[in-house]
T-cell receptor
Framework: EAGVAQSPRYKIIEKRQSVAFWCNPISGHATLYWYQQILGQGPKLLIQFQNNGVVDDSQLPKDRFSAERLKGVDSTLKIQPAKLEDSAVYLC??????????????FGEGSWLTVV | QKEVEQNSGPLSVPEGAIASLNCTYSDRGSQSFFWYRQYSGKSPELIMSIYSNGDKEDGRFTAQLNKASQYVSLLIRDSQPSDSATYLCASRDNYGQNFVFGPGTRLSVLP
C-alpha cells in the first residue's frame, strides 16, 4: 500500500514570496491533515479535512495560509506571502474515518521549507 | 486549549537499560493515545496506540495509560542505540476531531 505522498521535499524561498505544497493521502483515507513542525517542537495542526470539507482550521493563519482539497483526494497548502517564521517542516497525514477510535494517522515524508 | 505535555529531554540511558518516557494530557475527553518515534530529519512513525487503562505490550515496548491521572507512558526495554530519536506523545478525542501532539522527548541511548 502506497503511503502519503508529498512534494516538493525541499523548498527555499525569500520572504514575501509564495510557495505551494502538494499531498496525496493513502488511498481510501477520508481524513487529511496538514501539520506544521518547527525544529525542536511537536507537530501543530494547521487544517483538517474530512473528504473535501474543512473540519478544523482554527490554527491556520488565514491571512497568509490557504489550503484546499478538491474532489476529496489530493490537497494543496499555500503560503503567500511567506515570513521567516514559516520556516518549518509541513507534514501531511491521513487517516480513515475520523469517527473510529481505532484509527491512527500516517505521515508523509514532509516538505521542508526555509524562508530567507 | 487541549494540551499534551512531555519533558523535552534529552533523556540519556545506557544500552540495555529501560527507557521511561512520560506524557500528561489536559483534555479529559481524550480517548486514544499514541506514541510516535521521529528520527532526525524524518517524519513521525507510529510505535504504539493505547485506548484502555493499564498496560499494552508490543515487543520491547510497553505503553501504560492511567485516565484518572491523565497520564501516559512508554517503556522501552533493552534500549538500543537505534532507539535514539524523539518520541512524540499524541492524544485524540472520541470524535476524532484532531490529534494533539506533545513537544516530544529526545532519547539518547549510549553504547
Amino acid at each position: 500500500e502506497a503511503g502519503v505522498a508529498q512534494s516538493p521535499r525541499y523548498k527555499i524561498i525569500e520572504k514575501r514570496q509564495s510557495v505551494a505544497f502538494w499531498c496525496n493521502p493513502i488511498s481510501g483515507h477520508a481524513t487529511l491533515y496538514w501539520y506544521q513542525q518547527i525544529l525542536g517542537q511537536g507537530p501543530k495542526l494547521l487544517i483538517q479535512f474530512q473528504n473535501n470539507g474543512v473540519v478544523d482550521d482554527s490554527q491556520l493563519p488565514k491571512d497568509r495560509f490557504s489550503a484546499e482539497r478538491l474532489k476529496g483526494v489530493d490537497s494543496t497548502l499555500k503560503i503567500q506571502p511567506a515570513k521567516l517564521e514559516d520556516s518549518a517542516v509541513y507534514l501531511c497525514a491521513s487517516s480513515q474515518t475520523r469517527g473510529s477510535s481505532g484509527n491512527t494517522i500516517y505521515f508523509g515524508e514532509g516538505s521542508w521549507l526555509t524562508v530567507v | 486549549q487541549k494540551e499534551v505535555e512531555q519533558n523535552s529531554g534529552p533523556l540519556s540511558v545506557p544500552e540495555g537499560a529501560i527507557a521511561s518516557l512520560n506524557c500528561t494530557y489536559s483534555d479529559r475527553g481524550s480517548q486514544s493515545f499514541f506514541w510516535y518515534r521521529q528520527y532526525s530529519g524524518k517524519s513521525p512513525e507510529l510505535i504504539m496506540s493505547i485506548y484502555s487503562n493499564g498496560d499494552k505490550e508490543d515487543g520491547r515496548f510497553t505503553a501504560q495509560l492511567n485516565k484518572a491521572s491523565q497520564y501516559v507512558s512508554l517503556l522501552i526495554r533493552d534500549s538500543q542505540p537505534s532507539d535514539s530519536a524523539t518520541y512524540l506523545c499524541a492524544s485524540r478525542d472520541n470524535y476524532g476531531q484532531n490529534f494533539v501532539f506533545g513537544p516530544g522527548t529526545r532519547l539518547s541511548v549510549l553504547p
